[in-house]
């Protein structure tokens, strides 16, 4: 890879640096636009810039720009990105370019190099760290990615606080849609008394071509397709959207023979996991890929490889392309117009369109881009039940009956399409909010007073009436941290009564929670390491799709049993709006919180929330596979991967090793395995950040990916206990269904198992899962070169422990899955 040329900070005048990258840009076969050398000469020249220009124009460049001049002049700089993989991913670019030793990252739960001259940051860290130190914080230049986030509801005071409080900064804003921008420039020469340029660009580098279709969906794809303006982006609005209509182009002949055997030959040896895997599969080869956060990054990484090479015609993903996915895409095909933005269905506005719509067409791979909307499906199917008429001699005269909109619909037209393209976009509205945490900060800088605070909320883009309110809650908040004897007033003075450290509010607040929570639960008890777990379970924000797949289980669970008990219709709908997830600890945790909250009130509402997600993993011996299967969440895979990581991470950061018990450091390995087999790539990037910053934890602690799945016997064996007693578990539920899932593949289906354990229930009556039916002494394991033979008895009432259950795990499939691979052999007496 190309490194930029480093220059002594003495020498490097303006002609010297802009000399310098214009070979580097020579070397990897890139010719600036006109924006983006203007953009180059108003940042040599010390303006702060405004990059209000197309996607695909280059803006990327324009930033390497600026933080390259900025090193080579001494001046730290800070890239700042709205999302985490975003901030790694151009991390990870810059030390390419700049060299491993002069690119640090900070997100929140990672630090690496924290004190290269070139820090890679989430906009939030930034905020944060002008809010502590304003014009002392070591940043001359600051380049801020997707600067329209600054309108968001909840996370653009992160984007606007720099702009307030950072005086000695250089800025580089960037983003397509960001409309007028006369207030933003403002505030910026007020506060740096730097001149503000626009750098703006009406042509696109790779024009766009509209055109709104009333023909179906699969008809609009099948044209596009055949007119060579694939790959195509289809937008849907939901991840289950994107999924369902990914599917549904099963049915409609899009690839050749040739391109079905190149997806073919470009995949084989990839290991999907059943379920979703197994899906994504079958629709690649089809030519088809699925895009969204949900998925895991291993699947999302090969769509984007596959589209790279060409090998896709059709991308079904959801609107969040806007600040995602970036493979070459030809067009772009939204199937509405309108999207639920949490609150309501409404129609897109001109920002989000042209987000979307800018991702057609990609500069050194396209020469024109393709954006087409199509009509409401019910105007669709009305246009043709019309034609047909039309065409129909004995019909002419009778008149076609048409479909009404669905319920609350709210509808679009060409009009609005055309609204949307020539729209101009809407004017950013910087949000701010006050919380503890930004008092906080305000007053740890020398000299704070009560008018710090003040002048902060005066400068802000608020309202009048709006700037009231957040004074008001500025004093409430004052008066909370005076009175948990976190602030000292003295007068006007205002001083912090304790240091928070440097990373306050960055890094995973609710830590010191949980060290604090670890003296509520005694070691001794046989529960204490799934307690450990659930504390930090406790802190830690989990998707609400999982909470709701848990839920929706035990509700459909508990009809079952209700239906079956004969309980009528009112009261079972009664029981089951009263039914909640999993909560262990609850009762100890919560009021335990909120006597922690009396002295840290800043963690109020810092997502706090009793769950059991890895817990209910152990206890009901489950691995991933078994999990997302079980609750049905082969849709949100991905995101249950987050969480899980979240969890391990937390687990290693925030548990001291004075308080792993050996079982706690099992299910933290454990976890860690589950993790890597799952998807790899987190643990490669932890592993690798490692490497480049030895101030990291421990990277023994990390899972070994050289290592194959059975060679780690320790784990190897608790994930066979595990898959054993998970069956132990559905056999005592009888769901005979889910265990015919499991293993009618390996020969033994739901009637071979109802069979088995009705045998068993009619001589004992009942099946004991207590803890002792755990124990090691009713689980018999055989290591073997090829196969592994496993007993687990059943736990009869009686302690005869003459029943069990046989099996063979196939140790070679099992490393290549991942995941215990294994036969049931038999269910039944002993010996019979």
Not at 448 to 470: A, C, P, Q, Y
Not at 525 to 542: G, H, K, P, Q
Request: hydrophobic share 40%; charged share 25%; net charge negative.
């Amino acid at each position: 890879m190309a490194r930029l040329q480093e220059i002594p900070a003495e020498f490097a005048d303006d002609d010297s640096v802009y000399e310098s990258f214009g070979e580097y840009c020579a070397e990897i076969g890139v010719e600036p636009y006109s924006a983006q050398d203007e953009a180059f000469l108003t940042i040599l020249a010390g303006d702060n810039t405004i990059m209000a220009t197309p996607t695909g124009s280059g803006k990327s460049l324009v930033a390497l720009f600026a933080l390259y001049q900025s090193y080579t002049r001494g001046i730290r700089a800070y890239y700042t990105a709205p999302l985490k993989a975003l901030v790694s991913e151009k991390f990870f670019s810059l030390i390419g370019a700049l060299g491993a030793e002069n690119v640090g990252m900070i997100t929140g739960d990672s630090t690496v190099n924290g004190d290269a001259p070139v820090i890679c940051a989430t906009a939030e860290i930034l905020a944060n760290q002008s809010l502590r130190e304003g014009g002392l914080l070591d940043a001359g230049m600051v380049v801020m990615d997707e600067f329209h986030y600054v309108s968001d509801p909840s996370r653009g005071w992160a984007w606007q606080v720099p702009l307030l409080e950072m005086p000695q900064a250089q800025f580089v804003l960037m983003s397509a849609t960001l409309g007028d921008t006369t207030e933003i420039q403002r505030t910026m020469r007020e506060t740096t008394g730097r001149d503000s340029s626009v750098i703006t660009s009406a042509t696109r580098p790779v024009p766009l071509e509209y055109e709104y279709s009333t023909e179906t969906l699969s008809d609009t794809l099948r044209a596009l397709v055949r007119g060579d303006k694939a790959p195509v982006y289809v937008v849907s609005y939901s991840q289950s959207g994107a999924i369902d209509l990914a599917t549904n182009l099963l049915s409609v002949d899009l690839a050749s023979k040739e391109q079905k055997a190149a997806v073919a030959e470009a995949i084989k040896g990839f290991a999907f996991s059943k379920g979703f895997g197994q899906n994504l599969r079958k629709l690649l080869l089809h030519g088809v890929g699925v895009h969204h956060a949900g998925m895991l990054p291993k699947y999302r990484r090969l769509v984007e490889q596959l589209a790279l090479k060409g090998l896709l015609l059709v991308i079904s993903g959801t609107d969040t392309l806007g600040v995602g996915i970036n493979v070459p895409i030809r067009s772009v095909l939204l199937t509405g117009l309108t999207k639920f933005d949490g609150r309501k269905m409404r129609r897109l506005s001109v920002r989000e369109f042209q987000q979307l719509a800018g991702r057609a067409g990609r500069a050194g791979f396209d020469t024109r881009g393709y954006v087409i909307a199509q009509a409401p499906e019910h105007v669709i199917d009305n246009l043709r039940a019309e034609a047909k008429a039309a065409n129909d001699d004995k019909k002419k005269k009778k008149k076609v009956k048409k479909k009404a909109a669905p319920a609350r619909f709210v509808g679009w037209s060409e009009e609005t399409f055309d609204k949307l393209i020539t729209g101009e976009s809407e004017t950013l509205r910087p949000r701010m909010k006050i919380d503890h945490s930004t008092i906080l900060n305000l007053v740890a800088r020398p000299g704070s007073t009560v008018s710090t605070i003040s002048d902060f909320i005066d400068k802000t883009h608020e309202s009048r009436e709006r700037r009231l309110d957040l004074k008001l809650t500025a004093i409430s908040i004052g008066r909370s941290l005076i009175d948990a004897g976190l602030i000292d007033s003295r007068g006007d003075e205002l001083l912090p009564t304790q240091d928070l450290g440097p990373q306050f509010a960055l890094n995973q607040p609710l830590a010191p929670f949980v060290l604090a929570a670890l003296d509520l639960v005694d070691e001794e008890d046989e529960t204490y390491a799934l307690d450990v777990v659930s504390i930090v379970e406790s802190t830690t924000s989990v998707p609400f799709q999982i909470l709701k797949g848990q839920l929706d289980r035990i509700k459909a669970d508990t009809l079952a049993e209700l239906k079956a008990e004969g309980v009528d219709y009112p009261e079972r709908m009664a029981i089951l709006d009263e039914l909640e997830g999993p909560k262990p600890l609850a009762d100890v945790l919560e009021p335990a919180f909120d006597h922690f909250v009396e002295t840290h009130p800043w963690l109020r509402g810092g997502g706090f929330e009793p769950k059991s997600v890895v817990r209910d993993m152990i206890e009901q011996a489950m691995g991933f596979t078994q999990f997302v299967g079980y609750y049905s969440l082969a849709r949100a895979e991905g995101s249950l991967l987050r969480y899980l990581t979240d969890v391990y991470r937390a687990l290693l950061h925030n548990v001291p090793d004075e308080s792993r018990t050996e079982e706690l450091s099992t299910i933290i390995e454990w976890l860690g395995e589950t993790i890597a087999r799952t998807d790899s790539s987190l643990i490669d990037e932890w592993r690798t950040l490692q490497g480049l910053d030895p101030t990291g934890f421990d990277a023994d602690e990390l899972p070994d990916l050289e290592r194959r799945f059975s060679e780690n016997t320790k784990v190897f064996t608790v994930e066979i206990r595990n898959a054993l007693f998970h069956r132990v578990l559905l056999a005592e539920r009888a769901d005979y269904t889910e265990l015919g899932r499991l293993d009618a593949d390996s020969g033994f289906d739901a009637k071979a198992w109802e069979d088995a354990i009705e045998d068993f229930y009619d001589e004992y009556g009942d099946l004991l899962i207590d803890q002792s039916a755990r124990g090691r002494e009713y689980i018999d394991i055989e290591p073997g070169s090829s196969t592994w033979n496993v007993r687990q008895i059943l736990a009869d009432p009686e302690g005869n422990r003459d029943w069990a259950i046989d099996a063979e795990v196939d140790v070679a499939a099992s490393d290549d899955a991942g995941d215990i691979v294994l036969r049931i052999v038999s269910v039944g007496e002993i010996g019979r």
